[in-house]
């Protein structure tokens, strides 16, 4: 399993017994630059990403046009135990909320 980058970050914080209250999951380390991000590259394996300190965060999966790789981490991070994780996309400014992503995926 490995983090994400910027996922250390977090963890060390989570560590001091802080944490964010919204995390950017970012899909372009442009996006999100402002805000407490991680970044998922192109190139990472879903199915080795490590997403367990999303457990109950609120995050936004940001792209541009990646709605099915959006989709697919915002699943994971759900999965992981994020209280709510939607998607935006940057470029047309709609996106799906968790209760979209929930359905789409059929996850009870």
């Excluded at 060390?12 to 970012?26: M, P």
């Excluded at 490590?50 to 046009?65: I, S, Y």
Aim: proline share 2%.
């Amino acid at each position: 399993m490995s983090l994400p980058a910027y996922g250390r970050d977090l963890v060390n914080l989570q560590k001091t017994g802080r944490n964010v209250e919204w995390l950017i999951i970012a899909l372009d380390f442009s996006l999100g630059r402002a805000l407490p991000r991680v970044v998922v590259t192109d190139d990472t394996d879903l199915a080795e990403l490590d997403l367990r300190f999303v457990a109950g965060l609120e995050c936004t999966v940001a792209h541009e046009g990646k709605t099915t790789r959006a989709l697919d981490v915002a699943e994971l991070a759900l999965r992981c135990g994020a209280t709510k994780c939607g998607t935006h996309d940057m470029t047309t400014g709609t996106g799906l909320t968790t209760a979209e992503i929930v359905a789409i995926r059929g996850m009870q």
